[in-house]
Each structure stands twice: as structure tokens, then as C-alpha cells.
């Protein structure tokens, strides 16, 4: 190791112009990778395209069409309701079915009104049939099944739906569709109506726009704000300029690497650029430190340049190897886009380290008088390692104690966080899409909800009546759940059609025969226009029955703890093979994966961290107390969440991997000062001193300035990245508490001996 160092620095020292080209010459060539970028924001992101979970989701939109649809929501108090409104609704109805991608569209205005006449069935639209609005409302109020659907029980809001055909291979191009609603919206706004956009689509492109639009605000925000806190520290340009530099060559390989393997991008991986800023600067701020440091001494450029080449070797190669390995262990899951993120910054922190070795050795040595005027500020009195050390020692076994408490304390109240994976929560309270749901929430019930399968197991098997009958009783039996609002089946048309041939029924009532059950449908479809069959409800070779379930509830976790019981009492209590289709197994399996990457990521990176100090400090007792002051943020960290309502979902999950990765970096670098110290044979205060007076003010400046890059994403509309960037710059806060104040007490207290084994 000590002769491959040798060497590697004789190179940076003797070579700067290739050193300052190769980082150059590296970004150009993977960015060549960009021009495969492609990006995604679908459900069908979190899975393989081959996964069971996806090829179930295909399955069911190929029995019963897409999932993704559009919507607009229309109030108007009923007082203010017309005949020209009602002429509205059936424009807007047809407007839609032009918008592009359209397959279905579902509303009041053609919600179909079942009747006869004479011997004759009539299947006509609701808005053919009423003179004024004194007979619609009359009609609605009659009709359960359309309200929290289709129109709210104050018979003030509306909800108009236009489903997209579903794709199988491409993504769907959601802008297109949501772009043409948007305009359509506009001109009704125009036209006096208060008019709201949601949906799956709108969501899922908002999705899209809220990450491109933060990416725009944090990443000149972030480079802003590393730009001023450098130069306040180093008041020298060339240092500025190449740390800068430095993050966005960083940031273009790692992008170029993103797009030539293959990953798609998405929401998640716009966390990258913070994340990688962090790696880049944790490397060069301690080499510029240390270099400063030697010129104040008296020492020329080019020894201070090698003295800091060779100081910062093993720690930067320490702290850059658990930092990528952090970020593997967070790729361990089934998460493609988690995946994505861990492998992409894995690569970023490898190219970091030697694009920091590389620019910092070339830049220097190509323009050694750039870097003489740089002022590096003296330490406050606060940082005097001598004063603050005797504080240290004299209190330790209180701070043992105090942080000792605090960790119970956290893991007591980090019970408490909940866990919910809910899109629609993902977005800020400014944001349209938000205040669109919040607003229809206000007015409609049962906005969320499930699509349950039922399968009778053969070919026309759904058109048995002891089947149907099972299935009628089965949703009874789920409707008396209060948080159940409605049940859509193509039982309740049936029931129309049979109340309709059979007007003696005193109740409406499934058909008895199979034969009737057949010729009704038979009659209902041949009624119905262009693009309005029954195959969103049931397949078309009538072996399955879809229900559509809305309920109240708001959170993943709850409508996954219910759907398991609609599934169960389907099986146990009816005989019936039902399951959940369509995107809420993704949804809910994406939550469950939550919580076992969290686990999975923060236990192997814990593990894999403290083999590797062991194997670096060859010292067992070194590496465990090391590790102590890293995992006592992550659980404040978690302590945070619970006490301000932020929910563990796919965003903050990998808070905890990414923050132990870029902490520990502080860690490693303190401990190696301290133990090259104590090698020089200084006792273990005196090392601790020294340590704190040189390592300690690089840390400090280290974590002000991602503290502060991360804090910019405050400003973010996309709540994961909002949280994501807060609880970094608490947890990193903390960490750096931690290094400063426990690490230096547990050694203290039961590091007392002298370094006896060599360090490098």
C-alpha cells in the first residue's frame, strides 16, 4: 500500500496538466451516455418489467383496461345548477373522449340510466333525459351508485374521468394527455366554472414537473451556497473555482454513467446531486485544509502539496470506500429506482475520490501562484484544542451518559413512525395538484381505493347466478364496513336490467338462470354506444368479476391492512378466489419494501463500516468506539421523523445509509489524525488536541457547507426531496456533535494506551 502511494503521488506530482485532463476527458466520454437518457415516473418504475408484481398489474390491464386516468372535478353548488349546465356536462363528456390517448371515458353526463318501455330496454345516457334540473336531481338522489363516485352526496361537486390505454412496452406519454386537459381546464375556468385537475396521470406528471422544476431551484441554490461558504473559508478564487468544478464534473460522469447502463431516471434519483456535492466536498476541503495549513508553516507549494497528498491518502480512500459501499448496500432491494440511486452513487463516490486527487494535484501544480493569496481563517477560541479538551475529559462520564440517555430516549420514541407510501402526499400544499384533491376530499368520500378480482375459474363462469350470488353477498358484507363508501360491479346493472324485465320484483334481484343472466347482458351491451362496454367490470370471456371498492382511508399501510381482510373474508366466510389487481399491490408492496430496505441497508452498512475500520485500525476496541458517535444521529434522525409527522416512505428511507455513509467520513478522518498522533508518540490528550486543532475546523467547515447545501432543498415541492434534504443536514448536524464532543470522551475514557501497532 505504502509503495502503490508512493507511486500514485509521484504521478499526481509530476504529471498535473494529465491530471487536470483525465477528469475532463472521462466526463466527456461517458456523458456521450445522456443521449440514451430516458426517464420514468410510472408505478411500473419501482419493479422490474419481468417481476411478478408487474406482470400481474399487465394481466389485469389487459383483462380490464388501464389503470392511469384523468380527471376534472367541477363544483357548483346545486342552487346555481341549469339546464345549460347540464348541456355542459355532456360537452365536457365528449371533449374528453377527444383528448389524446383517451379509451374511456366515465362521467354523470353518461352514466348509463337503464329503463323500459313497453316490451323495449332503454340504455341512454343520464343527460338524454332530463327537461330541467329539478328531474336530474330527483334522478341522482335515487341513485346510490353514482354518489362519491361521480358526483359528491351534496350534489355540488363532479368528477369527470378519461382513462388512457394502457401501454405494455413504451411509457405513456402523460404530458400529452394532461398538457390537452389542462388547456380544456383553462377554457372552463374561463368560462366561469371552478374546475380542478387530478388523477393518476395528472399525479403521475406532476410527478415528472415537481422533479424537474426543484432539480432547476436546488442545484444553483446548492452550488451557490458551497461557492460562498468556500470562499469565506479559503477567500482564495482557484480553490473556489476547483472545488466547484470538481462537484460538477462529479455530477456529469455520474449522469453519464446513469443513462449508459441503462438506469432510467426518476424522482428518486434526484437526489443525486446533493448527495454527490457532499461526497465531493468531504474529500477536498481536507485536502485544501491540510495544504493551507502547511503553507502557514512555512513550507513551499509543492511540499505542502505532497505533505496533504500523503495526510489525506488512507483517510479519503477509507471514507470513500464505505461512503460507495453505503450506497450498495441501499441497492440491495427490489427497488429499481432505490437500485438505481445506490449503484449511480456508488459509482460517484469512487470517481469522486480520484477526480478530487487528480483536479486538486493539477490545478496546483499547473498554477502554483493561484492558490498563495488564499487566507484561511484561524481558529475561534472555542476551538482550542488544549481548553477544549480539558472540558472533554473533566465531564466525560456525564457525556457518556447524557448521549447514552439520549439514544433509549430516541429508540422509545422512533416506535412511532408510520409508514406510508401515499403519492398524492409527496406534494407540497402550494402545489395544484394538492390543493385539488384537498378541496375534493372536502366534498367527496372515497376519492382512494381498491379494484378487487374476482375469479369464478372458467369461462362463463361469471354468469352463474349461485356465483353471482356469492359475490352479491360478499360486497353486503364489505359495505357494512364504515370505511367502505361504495361498491362498483356490473352486479348493480344486472340487478337494473332484471328490476326492469321483471317489474313484479319487489326488490331488484340478480337474474336466476344462467340463460337470463346471458341475455341480459347481451341486451345491455348491444345498447350501449362506441367505447362504453362492460369490459372495464368484467372480462370478456365472463370468467372474472371486477369491484371497484372506494374507501376513506388515507394511508398505504391502512388500506393495506384492509385490503388483507376484504381478501381473507372473501375466502373465508364466501368460498371466493378474490384478490387485489391493478396498481395498489404495487403501491403496497413498494411500502412493505420500505421498511425491509431501511432494516437491510442500515444493518449491512453498519456491518460492512465496522469490518472495514476493523481491517483498516487493526485495533478492535478503535473500530467499536468508532462506530459508536455514527449510529447515535441515525436514530435522532428517526427520532425527528417521529416527532414532526414526516412519514418513513421511499425518500426518507434511504436517509439513514446515505447520512451513515457521509458521516462516517468525519469519523474516519478524526480517528486517523488521532491515531497518527498517537504514533508520533504523543499521548492519547495530546493527540486528541492536536487532532481537534487540525481535523476538527476541516470537519466543522465540511458539515456547515452540506448542512447548508442540504438545507436549500427546504425550498423543494417535492416533499421526499424537501425531507430527504432536512433530516440530512439534521442527522449530519448531529453527527458532527457527536464526533466532537462523544468520540473524543469514549476515547478518552477507554483509549488510554499508547500506540504500539504501525499506522500508515
Known sequence: MSKLKNSFISFLIGRPLVCLIIPFLLTLLFSIGLLRFKSNYTPRIWFEKNSPDIVQLDNFEKMFGGEQFVSIGIYLPKEELTQEHLKKFADITQKLWLLPDIIRVETISNYNDIRGEEDEIIVEPLSDNFQNKEQFLEKVKA???IKNIFISPSYDYYIFNAYLKPYFEDNPNFSKVVDATKKYVEELRSSGFKVFLLGPAAVTNAFRKVTASDLEKMIPLMFLVTLLLLWFQFRNLATVVVSIGLIALTIGVSMGFLSSVGIVYNGIAGALPGILMAICLA???????????????GKTTKESLKYSLERNFLPTILTSLTTAISFITIAQTDLVPVQGLGYVASFGAIMAWWYTYFLFAGAIGVKPDW???????????????????????KFKNTIILFFGLL????????????????PVL????GMDIKKSYDFSKTKMDGLKGINIVVDSGEVDGAKDPLFLKQVDSFIEEIKKDPEIVQ????LTTLKEINGVLKPELVEKQLPDSKKAVAEQLFLYQISLPSGAGIENLMTIDYSKILLRVSWTLESVNEGLEKAKEIEKKAREKFSLNAYVGGNFPIYSKVNNLVVQSFLKSMSMTILIVSLILLVVFKDLLISFLSMLPNILPLVIGTMVMALSGIFLDIGTSIVAAICLGIAVDDT????SSYLRNKKEGLEHLDALEKTFNGTGKALILTTVILVFGFGVFVFADFLP???????????????LFTDLVLLPAVLIKWDRRSLKKDFP
Not at 283 to 297: E, G, M, R, V
Not at 487 to 490: A, D, E, K, P
Open 426 to 429: 409527496y406534494f407540497s400544499e
Open 143 to 145: 341513485m346510490e351508485t
Open 283 to 297: 474529500d477536498s476541503i481536507h485536502l485544501f485544509t491540510t495544504f493551507y495549513q502547511q503553507k502557514q508553516l
Open 407 to 422: 439514544f433509549l430516549l430516541s429508540l422509545f420514541i422512533s416506535r412511532h413512525i408510520e409508514v406510508n407510501s401515499d
Open 668 to 671: 474516519i478522518h478524526f480517528v
Open 371 to 393: 492558490f498563495d493569496s488564499a487566507k484561511v481563517i484561524k481558529s475561534t477560541p472555542f476551538l482550542n484544542g488544549v481548553k477544549y479538551m480539558k472540558f472533554i475529559n
Open 721 to 735: 426531496n424537501r425531507y430527504f434534504g432536512m433530516l440530512c443536514a439534521i442527522v449530519l448536524s448531529f453527527a
Open 487 to 490: 361498491v362498483r360491479s356490473i
